[in-house]
Nanobody, 121 residues
Framework: DVQLVESGGGSVQAGGSLSLSCVASGYFNKRCMAWFRQAPGKEREGVAAIDKSGSPTFTYSVMGRFTIAKDNVKNTLYLQMDNLKPEDTAMYYC?????????????????WGKGTQVTVS
């Protein structure tokens, strides 16, 4: 089966750090991979994305605080989150796009993980 499995969520105080991982199993073209988040009562939004060449993009609210990286050998996507704020509290989802193009918006995504909860107090 082709799937994305996230790990690394948890609870942390404001100013703290968390590291998320996403393991991709099964063979599929990973043209672009991304992290999204969804807070209660809000729409799912793109947080960070990384294309096939390794170029990252970030939503403005996390610039300078979050880092996205991937390990093609381990088929793993990472999100390092530093200086966390209460407004970062959300379910975080790993996502993949299998054809060329941006993967920063929900409509562009072909495959989703089930999510991992991040809570900042």
């Amino acid at each position: 089966d082709v799937q994305l499995v996230e790990s690394g969520g948890g609870s942390v105080q404001a100013g703290g750090s968390l590291s998320l991982s996403c393991v991709a199993s099964g063979y599929f073209n990973k043209r672009c991979m991304a992290w999204f988040r969804q807070a209660p009562g809000k729409e799912r939004e793109g947080v960070a994305a990384i294309d096939k060449s390794g170029s990252p993009t970030f939503t403005y609210s996390v610039m300078g605080r979050f880092t996205i990286a991937k390990d093609n050998v381990k088929n793993t996507l990472y999100l390092q989150m530093d200086n966390l704020k209460p407004e970062d509290t959300a379910m975080y989802y790993c996502a993949a796009k299998m054809i060329e193009g941006s993967c920063s918006v929900v409509s562009a995504i072909d495959l989703w993980g089930k999510g991992t909860q991040v809570t900042v107090s």
